[in-house]
């Protein structure tokens, strides 16, 4: 298995190697190149060799190979700059790419450090285990069902909300909109969370005719063409690893991952409302999707340092502009604010994060915290020491922490919030039900 291993090691080691160091482009700098080879280098050595899916460490290392290694090199080839950036020399691509291969290390040792220790992980650290062992599907469905209508007199007229985006949008509106837009989206998030619950816990109910209706409700409310990209692998890539599970697939995650970036993904921005061009394969590195590097190369730049207050407002991003005139915006939109950009919705990396909060220190700190996370919560779920609530954010995080890794924070902490609102809506909505059906029981006993 080692030796296989070993041989499919080196068959995208060379894949990647033609695609960063053939010279097809504008420009060429060998030592530029070989930064971004080994970057990808390192990122791939756990991604084939860890027998363990580690699923919160493969998003982190996979946005290292994409965002970190093979796009900016093909970007430096191509000389690609986007929305209006200036010109970024060889000097701030060396500089910028040995921070993030020093992050790179940093991350992989403080993982595995905390992978290899051995905490107290009790089985059920929030005792939700047995909590609906024997809820009726019935009640989801009718729950659900209200649900839908309460989205339908919220936000639509009819609808348009299979492939309407607004209602997950929560910038540039007013406070009423955007306190509205959170609410629609804790509500749609609820339905699919008690399909995931039926899915994980009442194994005996998955082929029922309610539990497909439940499916069927959620999806119409969370349909991929509504959502944006970000939002699509968050709710839609623990229904990928449930049924790669359940059909003892679990090996292969890593391929339907790759798969979503070089296909789905880029298919999906057919359905924005500006910028919805879909380009394909090594085509989509060229793009603005792809902004991570440049964007965290020109804050080293300009050596833009907020002590602290991009950090405040992202975990303070409810707070309304009212009552908050000097709020501050995202760390991307005050990049492009800065420098002019033609685009303001820019990304802004977790390291570029740290650099804009704390400087070199914060980029080293932002990853080794969530390195610490990823490590205990990977292998909590590795030896099934979570509850099934937890066990349910923690699929949901998947999808998260690749979003969060490209930034930027304030948007991200806003996705993480309705997240655990959402879980707890749920958990109370579990109390509720089974609190009516003991009580009913009860009576007729």
């Known amino acids: ?213 439940l499916c069927i409700l959620s999806l119409l409310l969370l349909f991929p063409t509504s959502l944006t990209r970000g939002n699509v692998a968050i709710y839609y890539l623990p229904a990928v690893i449930l049924s790669l599970k359940y059909f003892n697939l679990e090996k292969w995650y890593r391929l339907v991952f790759i798969f979503g970036v070089f296909v789905l993904f880029p298919l999906l921005n057919f359905f924005r409302r500006s910028n919805n061009e879909v380009f394909l394969g090594l085509e989509n590195f060229t793009t603005g999707h792809f902004d991570a590097f440049q964007n965290f190369t020109l804050l080293l730049k300009e050596n833009i340092i907020t002590y602290g207050e991009q950090l405040i407002g992202a975990f303070m991003f409810f707070v309304p502009r009212t009552f908050w005139a000097e709020k501050p915006i995202g760390t991307g939109a005050m990049l492009a604010e800065h420098l002019g950009y033609s685009w303001t919705n820019i990304a802004m990396p977790l390291i570029g994060e740290g650099y804009a909060n704390f400087g070199y220190v914060g980029i080293f700190l932002f990853v080794g915290v969530l390195a610490l996370i990823n490590g205990v919560l990977d292998k909590m779920y590795e030896h099934q020491k979570m509850s099934i609530l937890i066990k349910i954010a923690y699929l949901y995080l998947i999808g998260f922490e690749f979003y969060l890794m490209r930034g930027d924070l304030m948007s991200s902490f806003s996705k993480l919030f309705v997240i655990c609102c959402t879980m707890v809506i749920t958990f109370l909505l579990f109390k509720i039900i089974v609190s009516i059906q003991q009580k009913n029981k009860i009576e007729h006993n």
Request: charged share 15%; hydrophobic share 50%.
């Open 1 to 213: 298995m080692l030796k296989l291993k070993l041989l499919v090691y080196l068959i995208i080691g060379g894949l990647v190697a033609s695609f960063i160091f053939y010279d097809n482009g504008i420009q060429y700098n060998f030592e530029v190149l070989s930064l971004f080879f080994l970057i990808c280098s390192i990122s791939l050595i756990p991604l084939v060799f860890d027998r363990k899916s580690n699923y919160l460490n493969s998003s982190v290392l996979f946005f290292y190979v994409f965002f970190f290694g093979v796009a900016p090199a093909i970007q430096y080839k191509q000389n690609s700059l986007f929305f209006g950036a200036p010109i970024v020399s060889n000097a701030d691509y060396l500089t910028s790419g040995i921070l993030i291969l020093g992050s790179l290390i940093c991350y992989v040792a403080v993982y595995y450090f905390a992978k290899s220790k051995n905490f107290n992980l009790k089985r059920g650290v929030v005792k939700l285990n047995e909590v609906g062992q024997s809820i009726k599907i019935d009640s989801f469905i009718l729950i659900t069902c209200f649900i839908v209508g309460l989205v339908l007199v919220l936000k639509y007229s009819n609808y348009e909300f299979l492939w309407d985006r607004e209602a997950f949008n929560i910038q540039e509106i007013s406070n009423t909109e955007k306190i509205k837009n959170l609410l629609i989206q804790i509500l749609r998030t609820v339905p699919l969370t008690f399909c995931f619950f039926v899915w994980v816990k009442q194994e005996y109910n998955r082929k029922s005719r309610s539990f497909l209706v």
